[in-house]
């Protein structure tokens, strides 16, 4: 059937852990914003179980919680790079590319570009500063940039639905 899940979970200072329902369930249900206690209540398990689970994810790297700032109240703007290099040395591109002011992640894509680039600036000159160093580095080919105008926020329930895939497997 699924693949075998250990049923018990470690303790705090174990570094491995096999991830089962139980785990599954309390990431769908961080993942809609859920506090501890009412995932607790949810679950119908002790609050100190979900506390210990949600600190094991959290430790691990399995969730993590990102706070962001509001751009447009600090006065900055945001948006990507797209980079199209000459040669197949994406990664040594992107941790290049993190190198520039302004530059908050470098990710290597497949598809249409070859990195993306997620940028915040002040001002358009920062902005033809930073298109403009990108330009010159080495094995870049081409960049093609846009500006975040307004994010709207995702379906949380879109993620939930894949962690309930797996869950139904377990």
Known sequence: MGRQLRPSLPSDSSDSHTLDKLDYQVISLMTLGLDNKTISKDLKTPLSTIQRRTRILLRL?????????????????????????????M?????????????????????NSDIVGEFV??????????????????????????????????KKQSMVSVLNRIIDRT
């Open 61 to 89: 790297g399995y969730v993590s919680q990102v706070f962001q700032p509001n751009y447009k109240k600090l006065g900055l703007k945001k948006g990507l790079l797209h980079v199209y290099i000459r040669n197949g040395e």
């Open 91 to 111: 990664k040594k591109v992107a941790q290049d590319l993190l190198s520039n002011d302004g530059i908050m992640s470098a990710g290597v894509h497949v598809g």
């Open 121 to 154: 600036y002040e001002d358009s000159e920062q902005l033809v500063d930073l298109i403009s160093q990108v330009k010159e580095m080495e094995r870049v080919d081409r960049v093609v940039w846009s500006e975040e105008v307004f994010l709207l926020p995702g």
